[in-house]
């Protein structure tokens, strides 16, 4: 019987400068974008909303590609404005922005700095499951942090959001729906 070695491979880095270069442009324009705040969520970024999809780089431009996040919502117009603006004045503008709807966005995408900061702004956090379509409802009242809450109507200032009030501190709020 012939005993083999297991098959070894061995992945190399890459190491050229260019893509050196390449690595730290896109490192580049996502920190950029940590600082452009969704403007009906002044101070929560779009990427820990979830909306950055991909940096690639595509013949002589960068293509940055972001998910359409609620449809309804107004904003979705302005992003694609901001962020190109946010890159132009960081000097960065060799860039398309692109904006759509595959893959399609979900709450899931959320990152938990994005949930706390959506909290600390008085909305509760998405918090169910919308692989299961369960819209789910606030784990706690972003005013007092109670657990007692009720709902009020499944629509608020936005399709995406739910009006909710807190039963322990009485005081109205939205929540982020999932989905
Ligand atoms: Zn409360």
Redesign the pocket.
């Known amino acids: 019987m012939i005993k083999r070695n297991p098959q070894v491979s061995i992945t190399t880095i890459s190491s050229t400068q260019e893509e050196r270069d390449k690595i730290l442009k896109r490192i580049e324009i996502a920190s950029i974008l940590y600082e452009v705040s969704d403007p009906e969520l002044p101070g929560i970024s779009i990427v820990d909303l979830g909306m950055l999809v991909d940096i690639f780089p595509e013949e002589d431009h960068w293509h940055v590609m972001l998910a359409t996040t609620y449809s309804g919502c107004p904003a979705i117009d302005v992003i694609p404005v901001i962020v190109k603006t946010a890159l132009e004045d960081a000097g960065i503008t060799d860039v398309k922005i692109s904006m759509g709807i595959s893959p399609p966005w979900s709450t899931d995408w959320i990152s938990e700095v994005g949930k706390e900061k959506l909290l600390a702004y008085g909305i509760a956090p998405p918090n169910g499951s919308p692989t299961l379509h369960d819209e789910g409802k606030p784990k706690q ?1 972003p ?2 942090g ?1 657990t007692h809450t009720s709902l009020i109507s499944l629509y608020g200032s936005t399709p995406c959001k739910a009006s909710y009030k ?1 039963e ?2 009485l ?1 109205p709020f939205e929540y982020f729906k999932c989905f």
Do not use: F, G, M, V
Request: hydrophobic share 0%; glycine share 0%; net charge negative.
């Open positions: 009242c005013q007092c109670s807190c322990t501190c005081e």
